[in-house]
């Protein structure tokens, strides 16, 4: 039976400075108008959840509001013929939890079209674990295969390597096959990232370059960048000819310096990733992708699971830097 109320997360904000985070009863009338109505089970904690739960207007306009880009769950009622009642499905990106209620809250509605059914092999907890930031290391993945870099192609840089995106590059990357350095800001973070599969750990610092040189020596096959800034800039003059660059995040800086060198001695390619707004025919062939072939065996290593009292001291972790591979919600207990 549906509740006529709902426990969720809901941020009350005035400014990006004055926000309060509190869990309390919404009502299932309360939700916006869509085909499906989901009872969420579980949920995960990306960056921009942190940001649209700290009172950044960029990511969510109005409040009070629920946050929570991702969301698994079950069916509870659809008005939409590809859905009925008890499937098990999920929803990422769109405007789930920017400024529509989010996946922080036991029941989400949404329209079918942002809908995507449980594939197989991949349970509901499994598939928050990769969650938006899984899916955005998936895109990114699919773009260095399609660029056509095989795994003896030579070294791939993952930046911002313990963080939810870049632990699921290199997880997948090695997964395939490929040679991943993870580069990371974490001192102590070594065995962590070769038991995900990376073949080298290096310092953020050591790729880190500020001078005013063009062209760096040629280190990477191909990058996934997840952080931006100073990092992507260095990352840009760094590559083998003809390499694939990732660009998915902003956490360095949203700015970066280049100069058009790269692109026209060395014939790189840098491909933007924009997971939310992801054509529904390649949302779904990568999330069997995810299920299927380039399913990671060590998931448990990957994640935390916190209830939606836990949030809180998550997003504060998250925002200074020190998160290490993947949050999930429980709304199920
Ligand atoms: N475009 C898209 O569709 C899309 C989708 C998902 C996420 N994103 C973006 O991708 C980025 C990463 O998301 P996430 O979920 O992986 O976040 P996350 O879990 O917080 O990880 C970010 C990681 O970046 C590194 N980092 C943190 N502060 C840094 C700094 N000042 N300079 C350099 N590196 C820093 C840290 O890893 P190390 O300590 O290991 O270096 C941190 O763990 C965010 O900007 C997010 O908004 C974009």
């Known amino acids: 039976m549906i509740p006529e109320i709902f426990k969720a997360l809901v941020v009350h904000s005035t400014s990006e400075v004055h926000h309060e985070l509190r869990i309390a009863g919404k009502s299932i009338r309360d939700l916006p108008a869509g085909d499906v109505l989901i009872q969420v089970m579980y949920s995960?904690?990306?960056?921009?959840?942190?940001?649209?739960?700290?009172?950044?207007?960029?990511v969510t306009r109005t409040y009070p509001h629920t946050p929570g880009i991702d969301a698994a769950g079950i069916v509870a009622e659809s008005s939409h013929s590809a859905f009925v009642s008890g499937d098990?499905?999920?929803?990422?990106?769109?405007?789930?939890?920017?400024?529509?209620?989010?996946?922080?809250?036991?029941?989400?509605?949404?329209?079918?079209d942002w809908v995507v059914k449980l594939p197989e092999n991949l349970s509901l907890k499994e598939s928050m674990i990769y969650g938006t930031a899984g899916f955005t290391a998936s895109l990114s993945v699919q773009k260095i295969v399609e660029h056509g870099l095989t795994p003896d192609s030579g070294d791939i840089l993952v930046t911002g390597a313990t963080g939810g995106v870049g632990s699921l590059a290199v997880s997948i990357l090695s997964k395939i096959g490929y040679s991943v350095t993870a580069a990371t800001g974490k001192t102590d973070q070594n065995d962590f990232l070769r038991s995900l599969g990376a073949k080298t750990?290096?310092?953020?610092?050591?790729?880190?370059?500020?001078?005013?040189?063009?062209?760096?020596?040629?280190?990477?096959?191909?990058?996934?960048?997840?952080?931006?800034?100073?990092?992507?800039?260095?990352a840009l003059k760094s590559t083998f000819q003809r390499a694939p660059i990732t660009c998915c995040g902003n956490v360095a800086s949203p700015t970066f310096a280049a100069t058009v060198y790269p692109f026209i001695l060395r014939g790189i390619t840098l491909y933007g990733i924009d997971s939310a707004s992801t054509p529904m025919t390649?949302?779904?062939?990568?999330?069997?992708?995810?299920?299927?072939?380039?399913?990671?065996?060590?998931?448990?290593?990957?994640?935390?699971?916190?209830?939606?009292?836990?949030?809180?001291?998550?997003?504060?972790?998250?925002?200074?830097?020190?998160?290490?591979?993947?949050?999930?919600?429980?709304?199920?207990?």
Do not use: C
């Open 44 to 58: 995960s904690l990306n960056y921009k959840d942190a940001l649209s739960a700290t009172g950044n207007r960029g």
């Open 88 to 112: 098990p499905v999920l929803v990422t990106g769109y405007d789930l939890g920017m400024n529509t209620s989010g996946g922080f809250g036991r029941y989400v509605r949404v329209p079918a």
């Open 201 to 234: 750990v290096i310092s953020r610092a050591d790729i880190a370059d500020n001078s005013e040189r063009p062209l760096l020596k040629a280190r990477w096959a191909g990058v996934v960048d997840t952080v931006g800034g100073d990092i992507l800039a260095s």
């Open 282 to 333: 390649l949302r779904q062939k990568i999330w069997r992708k995810i299920a299927g072939e380039w399913k990671i065996s060590h998931l448990a290593l990957l994640h935390t699971e916190i209830p939606l009292e836990g949030l809180e001291h998550a997003i504060e972790r998250m925002l200074s830097g020190r998160q290490r591979g993947r949050v999930i919600v429980n709304l199920a207990n």
